[in-house]
């Protein structure tokens, strides 16, 4: 009878770390974007290049929803121009202050002079014409 209490003891468990190590890989979001660092964005601004700039959180909720949407735009479209800076990042807030970033999400599209920002949740259709600019 004790090792069947044992037995079960060691099942449960066993199916709690399955749970878990499911629950931790399903968070993990693979990305389309490139992270860039502050200086690397600031040389691709310089340039004049044309780019899409993906202001973000780690922390922020709406952003982490709005990942999965990103993602499949830019695999749509094949756009390879798309950059994240991380906003909590302390070495950002320099260029978020330059282009008046407050909210995340928020895209910026560059294409030679023009700028154009985009704040908060886009759908897939909208996002996806945000990349084809």
Do not use: H, W
Request: overall charge negative; aromatic content about 10%.
């Amino acid at each position: 009878m004790k090792s069947l209490t044992y037995l079960m003891i060691l099942i449960v468990i066993s199916g709690i770390v399955v749970m878990f190590f499911i629950n931790v890989n399903s968070e993990r979001q693979e990305v389309m974007y490139t992270e860039v660092e502050v200086d690397y964005l600031k040389e691709k601004i310089a340039s004049g290049d044309k780019m899409i700039v993906y202001f973000g959180r780690e922390t922020c909720s709406a952003c982490r929803k709005f990942n999965p949407t990103l993602n499949e735009a830019i695999s749509a479209t094949n756009n390879k121009d798309v950059f994240y800076l991380d906003c909590d990042n302390l070495q950002s807030r320099e260029i978020t202050k330059k282009y008046d970033i407050n909210e995340t999400p928020t895209l910026l599209t560059f294409n030679g002079d023009s700028i154009n920002k985009y704040i908060g949740i886009q759908d897939l259709e909208k996002t996806i014409e945000i990349l084809d600019e």
